[in-house]
């Protein structure tokens, strides 16, 4: 609680704050939940993180169990990763080997079981109650809240449920003291953070920087944007937050600073787009997958996400109407607010902003379609081989 540590999963709630909603103990079991389900797109930070030190995961979940009273945590991974999966088994059979995780672990007459679970892929399940659902075997679902995990989480139970990044950070926390972890960042966002970078940017890769820095500084470690080009639009936290544009460059990257410009610090996953990427294409294929995730519980989201998709289908074939940009806006402020969880809100935030900075574009789309306005070959970062015909083998020809 005193370095300031905020979750590193999108949110940015003080992390000691939450252990300490945790009611007295009762005598009956508590967890912690580790979430791994990383699925939104842009955003990559805890699989590097896992891939390249599960052990320091596993140090973070001993620490945090310890501090909260706990004998059993989850990590929920995303189901599709599984060398990830692989990766955190082998690294808690090894600390189980060395005595770390167990029982009377090193002679302290602490217990603590830690075990991966593999999800089935769902992006909903990265929201903490519906996650939950899923570990007890449930189709995943978001719950009403309250009552909050704190309180009646896992197995109804007091649980803390914290982000991959979140937990890796206590054992530096730890060793280096408050203070040291203060010294970096702001004053109300400390500490370092992973920023992921991706998209029409030199070297794309993970950056662990301090909150603060602004995108300008870390495009100068990345390389900048690709040669021959220049910066058109980006997310500061990944596809559910607001668009930013050139504008906003020297922005610091910071909770405060970057919701008083008009957007979220989210995952930190930064994508990068230059000038021969059509924003109506980019927001209409995050949305599809938002229409895709919806878990179909609540009608806003539901119902919203759908016709979002079908509205943006006709803008990027160059079949608009005039109303179509308007729809989207009544749209989008129909599930601002009303959906069931913070899915439907976050399918919104790059509809709305793109139609505040690049209002042209959707004007554009009752005309002419996207591909004729900006062709996917000037965007694309590969090179990719023509698709074989149905009925073609390598080296046969019908």
């Known amino acids: 609680k005193d370095s300031g540590l905020r979750g590193r999963g999108g949110a940015g709630f003080p992390t000691g704050m939450k252990w300490g909603f945790l009611p007295a103990p009762d005598g009956g079991p508590r967890y912690l939940v580790i979430n791994a389900d990383e699925s939104e797109p842009g955003t990559c930070k805890d699989t590097p993180l896992m891939l390249a030190s599960p052990q320091q995961l596993i140090e973070g979940a001993v620490i945090t169990s310890y501090a909260i009273g706990c004998d059993h945590a989850f ?10 999966y692989r990766r955190l088994l082998n690294a808690v059979a090894e600390a189980k080997a060395a005595g770390y995780v167990g029982e009377n672990i090193l002679g302290t007459g602490l217990n603590l079981e830690i075990t991966v679970h593999a999800g089935a892929g769902a992006y909903i399940c990265g929201e903490e109650t519906a996650l939950l659902d899923s570990l007890e075997g449930r189709r995943g679902q978001p719950r009403l809240k309250p009552p909050f995990p704190a309180v009646a989480g896992l197995y109804a139970r007091p649980t803390v449920v914290n982000n991959v990044e979140s937990i890796a950070s206590v054992p530096a926390i730890i060793e280096g003291g408050a203070d040291w972890f203060k010294s970096m960042g702001t004053e109300r966002s400390t500490g370092p953070g992973l920023f992921s970078l991706s998209g029409h940017v030199t070297r794309p890769g993970q950056y662990e920087a301090p909150l603060g820095i602004t995108l300008r500084e870390l495009l100068d470690m990345a390389g900048g944007v690709r040669e021959g080009h220049e910066l058109k639009f980006w997310t500061p936290g990944g596809s559910s937050t607001p668009i930013f544009t050139a504008e906003h460059l020297d922005v610091p990257l910071d909770y405060e600073s970057v919701g008083k410009a008009g957007s979220m610090l989210g995952t930190r996953a930064l994508q990068i787009f230059d000038e021969t990427t059509s924003v109506v294409r980019a927001v209409a294929r995050w949305t599809e997958f938002y229409k895709h995730e919806s878990c179909g519980k609540c009608t806003p989201c539901r119902e919203g996400t759908f016709w979002l998709d079908q509205i943006f289908q006709r ?3 160059g079949k608009g109407t005039s109303q179509d940009i308007d729809t989207l806006l009544d749209l989008c402020d129909n599930i601002l607010g009303r959906a069931f969880c913070a899915l439907g809100d976050g399918a919104t935030s790059p509809v709305t902003s793109a139609i505040q900075y690049f209002r042209d574009e959707f004007e554009a789309g009752t005309h002419t379609p996207a591909d004729v306005l900006f ?3 000037r965007s694309s970062l590969f090179t990719y081989t023509p698709r ?6 390598a080296g046969v020809h019908a």
């Open 315 to 317: 803008i990027v074939a």
């Open 375 to 377: 062709p996917p070959e």
């Open 388 to 393: 074989r015909r149905a009925g073609q083998l």
């Open 75 to 84: 990590i929920y991974v995303r189901g599709e990763l599984l060398h990830v």
